[in-house]
């Protein structure tokens, strides 16, 4: 049996604490910590649409990411010229996380836009982001709505809640919830989205150092199934069980 360095079980998160309101100048802002992993999330309203979804009667729903200089063990340099590959990855598979639960029909023609900002990384911050970001999402979705109540088409915006969380295998054996630590070690990786239904919206796994067998991948995404309910319980802690 694999010893985690912070002495967790195989099939424990790490500990979690959500703050919100961090930023009081946001539509809505929590700041998310898993262990030593600190992400601030905030929300923004826009009134306009990307030019392409003009006339369809439709909004947007997308997500900013980004790493702090000192948020790792060495300086990261600020993205000033653009995006690099890796930050445009994350930032696509948050929003479309997002976006896998919204019906943007019911949101009218106007945009959210998430920031995910790194303060601190020790693993899983894609991850993270994505349940900070459905919290900040769905909050500013329930303030808009109860102050502009008539700007709104009817319906439901969110349809369902959504979390994510890693899992890999070390040494053999499955573990929830990676550090950066275990991460690096691992010989698989993955990363897995899920609703509160147990649909998947996104699963992302890769063989790092070694295959993995079908019995393996049933075992990971049972851990992130367990990991991906306890995350959303905590979700419905903040913002009940009523979807804007």
């Known amino acids: 049996m694999t010893t985690r360095t912070?002495?967790?079980?195989?099939?424990?998160?790490?500990?979690?604490?959500?703050?919100?309101?961090?930023?009081?100048?946001?539509?809505?802002?929590?700041?998310?910590?898993?262990?030593?992993?600190?992400?601030?999330?905030?929300?923004?309203?826009?009134?306009?649409?990307?030019?392409?979804?003009?006339?369809?009667?439709?909004?947007?729903?997308?997500?900013?990411?980004?790493?702090?200089?000192?948020?790792?063990g060495s300086r990261v340099k600020r993205e000033r010229n653009g995006a690099s590959g890796r930050t445009q990855e994350i930032q696509r598979i948050i929003g479309r996380a997002l976006r896998g639960v919204c019906d943007l029909t019911a949101l009218g023609e106007r945009s959210i836009v998430i920031d995910c900002d790194v303060i601190e990384a020790d693993g899983g911050t894609r991850t993270a982001s994505i349940v900070g970001g459905y919290l900040a999402l769905a909050r500013a979705l329930q303030k808009m709505k109860g102050a502009l109540p008539h700007t709104f088409p009817p319906g439901q915006v969110l349809k369902s809640f959504v979390s994510a969380v890693s899992v890999g295998m070390h040494e053999g054996n499955p573990l929830l919830d990676l550090c950066y630590v275990e991460d690096s070690a691992a010989e698989v990786d993955m990363n897995v989205v899920m609703t509160d239904s147990g649909d998947f919206v996104e699963i992302q796994g890769t063989g790092e150092e070694a295959v993995f067998t079908r019995t393996q991948l049933d075992s990971m995404l049972g851990l992130a199934e367990k990991g991906c309910r306890e995350l959303i319980a905590i979700q419905k802690s903040f913002l009940g069980n009523q979807l804007p």
């Open 6 to 72: 912070d002495g967790r079980a195989a099939d424990q998160l790490r500990t979690i604490k959500i703050t919100e309101d961090f930023v009081q100048s946001a539509e809505s802002s929590f700041l998310i910590e898993v262990g030593r992993t600190r992400i601030l999330c905030c929300a923004s309203l826009e009134e306009e649409i990307p030019r392409w979804l003009k006339g369809k009667g439709q909004g947007w729903v997308t997500a900013e990411y980004s790493l702090l200089p000192r948020s790792t």
